[in-house]
């Protein structure tokens, strides 16, 4: 089963690699969407892809690159991207 997720993550997630790493954890599993810094200080992804694999990326930002220091994850069903994607994940500012 294929979906859509938006999903917010708080914490010390700016200035450490935190949406490099994320594209290449979402290029391994295959998910299109993307990644971008808020200006609170988070960092807001929307990704569509298998159940499974966006369960295990979800689970991948709890953690994110080991400089990163999670607070929260809140991911969220949604029913299309709030933006045009070119069919890849992709890193926006």
């Known amino acids: ?3 859509y997720k938006k999903i917010l993550v708080t ?5 450490v690699f935190f949406r490099v ?3 290449e954890q979402a290029d391994k599993l295959n998910l299109i969407g ?3 810094n808020q200006t609170d200080g988070s960092v807001y992804i ?3 892809g298998d159940t499974k694999d966006i369960n295990q990326f979800i ?3 709890g953690q994110g690159p080991s400089v ?3 607070s929260e994850v809140q991911a969220e069903s949604i029913s299309k991207f709030s933006r045009p994607v070119n069919g890849s ?3 926006t500012a």
């Not at 914490?11 to 200035?15: A, I, S």
């Open 46 to 48: 929307e990704t569509y």
């Open 89 to 91: 994940f992709s890193i």
């Open 11 to 15: 914490g010390k997630v700016q200035g």
């Open 21 to 23: 790493s994320a594209k």
């Open 1 to 3: 089963m294929y979906q």
């Open 34 to 36: 993307f990644i971008t």
């Open 68 to 70: 990163a220091k999670v």
């Open 59 to 61: 689970s991948w930002c």
